[in-house]
């Protein structure tokens, strides 16, 4: 029996002091999981409960069960249990919300937004050292309860542990702050980082306690040591839970791993938002914001591909250019699409009675509406999980993306193929399966400061391609080399998007290539900006009305005879102005920069077309942009054509090319598919089953059309005797019915018209969407006639005509290749 207020002899129990580790482990590694998963910035609740959390986290398991276990392996005596410590309940219980008020602060501090760098490193200092302040208060007011010994420390180990403690908090918690980014998908960094916690608050813990004097004042009771074995028995229990929390996150994340790869074999949507710095916005998980638009997309035959020549493809690339023509139709596509997977059946048939209690079968005999229907909703739950409006979710990637293009053998290898696959090679896919792989669509945009800054509140992550890569293209199931080429063409897209501005004349080349199968012509473009023929600047401004007359002179001619009339050796042209000269000089220069970008045979083989078309170039959403003049040469090429000596060229559908000239702000073509969109989908959404309605809500726009003349040319639109309709078809290409014929509404149906135009903004269901330039057009002549030119007497034709869509210079230079300049190989 040891006598009351002497110093009794201490030692460490090995076993203990490494369980006590353990204990601190298991809630630092939790507390780094839970930072590395919430979002950043104070401002809202949710930011503040995920401090607290993760305050509790370190706190109570970190560091006070750390404490309390890692105490017990102090041995004081021979072990008796009577003269252990035991502890004061109300200092144990102030020892407990210590550290949790203080680490609070101290995650709060570290998440206040600031551009300041200064400010920045101030506040992760005063993280570091709140932190490392609350691990030693919580120690030595642990120890202060002790009941039954009066300690003494040595103050020179008091310093040290204090030390430790404020200096290990700050290079973990600076480490990662900053270096966040790069260990989102990096787990053994995250454990280190956990690790090298733990050890700072072991650290601590047993250096404050060594040479520590203890003064026994009180022997035990039996209340007591069941106290101390309880206190010990609840540090253990909150070890295990972190621990088993830990696990459940590990299991949860390996299962998130498996079902984001076999993701790679469907059709997806992703986001791919860049930040000022450029880096690209990322879950915790480290991927990319995606949501599943189908398993595959069903095709009807089998030489049909969806890619940027299929009609869906270039009908989504519009609408995401014209968010605001759909959205308010996105809510009954969801209640479509759910009353679709309600009745069981295939997706690309029609539903089942089942779920016609909800919407009539009568218009599904097109999958295109349906996956159309996916992809607006996959959009918008996007837009839903980033807390932003859908018309901010940015606009659809100019490629379709192969997933899933790894086979076995590559998975089981994968750090040899990523290092032995040249990035030259990336779009070849040698290990591409032909059947099973997946697609991809982008949807990108810049973000500006204030709404990344959004976007990391919401608990998003921002990270370069080099550090989130890996885990990118593990889950896209393709190499690592084709990932950074797509992001690269990624942000150069978007760069072109928000800088492209191109006033001024250009001379440019048309270069159509027949594709195979008679599926219409490929067009030679750059292949930067895909958007853009290949081109060479004429003129700053406008061409002047001489310009044009000395222009048009050379209407029709070959390459040669527009080079031969614009040297003039002999000087046959007399009455050319010196003025005229110098232009002659300037197009020479011209077109000899441009030879440099196109095929010789091209070249050789092109004609001049003399007048001036319009194009808009640029697709920048703040601004209406710039004007361009364009004068053209124009050819056909052999379809056997290779681009690969041009280095600047590349081949895109025509049709698509064409499409994306209707992108551009301000085009009134954005209301004509607007039209198109309520037309095809409003009476599709709204009609029920049951009695037949009575009535039918119409929509209308305000007439958005005049706007034509302004920006193109001073005509008329022009009148169709059907219903125009969004979707451009190439010639002879394989496109199956894209927009259902509305039901024929009886007299008794038909709705009155109403006194005056409904708004716009008026959401009623089952409206349709018309224009205010439908016209009637009456002919008191037939324009039916025989083979032989006589009019056939069929009486009176009376059509219903919409404004169509706008010619755009792609279909003037089309035209006016196909008619006018055919090369003799393959024409009159």
Known sequence: MYPLHTQIESHFNPAIVAASYFASLCGCLLTIEMLNRRGTALGNLRSWLESLGCAISLGLVGIWCMHFIGNRAIILGDGTPGIQLVYNSGYTTLSVFLPIIGLTLAFSAAEIPTKSKVLHWSLLVCTGIFAGLSVVGMHYIGNFGIANYRLHYVPRFLTASVIIAIGDCMLVLVLFYNLREQWISSWWKRLACACLLAGGVSAMHFTASTQCIYILESYNGLH???SRNTQVAVAGALSAAALIVVIGVIAFSRHRSHVLKTRSQKVMLACAMFDPEGRVLVTTEGVLPAREITDKYRHRTFNEDFNTAHPVFQWIFRVSRNWAGVSELIPRMRSHLAAISAGGEDRSKPMSSASSATFSTEPFNDYSIIFRERFCCAAASLAAAMHIPTERIGLLYDKVIDTGTLNAEDRSSKRATVAVLPVGDVESNHSLHLFGRGQLLFLTRQLNSDDADKLLNAGFKFGSIQQVGRSIADTMQIPVPALEHHFNGLKR?????DTMEKPGTWLTFFGLVPRPNSKGFDVGVKKDDQDQLPDVQLLPNEPQQWQTDFLQRMDGLRTRGVTTFLEDRNNTDSQRTFD?????????????ELAHQVPGDWFRDARFFARPVLAHYSQNQRSRGQVTWIYAFCVIGDMHTSLEVCNGLARI????????????????????????????FGPLLARRAGPKPTRRSLYTIRDTMTSRSKLNRAATPRMTHSRSSSFVRSDGESVHELVDKPRKLDDEEMPPLPEKPLDSSENFWGGILVNSETVIKSDSKSDYSSQDGRQLGLGMKVAVGTAKQEDTFVDTLMEVTRTRFMP?????
């Open 224 to 226: 007591a040591i069941h």
């Open 493 to 497: 897209y978007i760069n072109k998007l």
């Open 580 to 592: 005229e000269h110098q232009f002659a000089k300037v197009i020479l220069q011209a077109i000899t």
């Open 653 to 680: 559908p025509l049709t698509f090319f064409s499409a994306r000239q209707r992108c551009y702000k301000g085009s009134p073509d954005h209301a004509i598919l607007t039209r198109d969109i309520h037309q095809e």
């Open 824 to 828: 003799p190989r393959l024409g009159a």
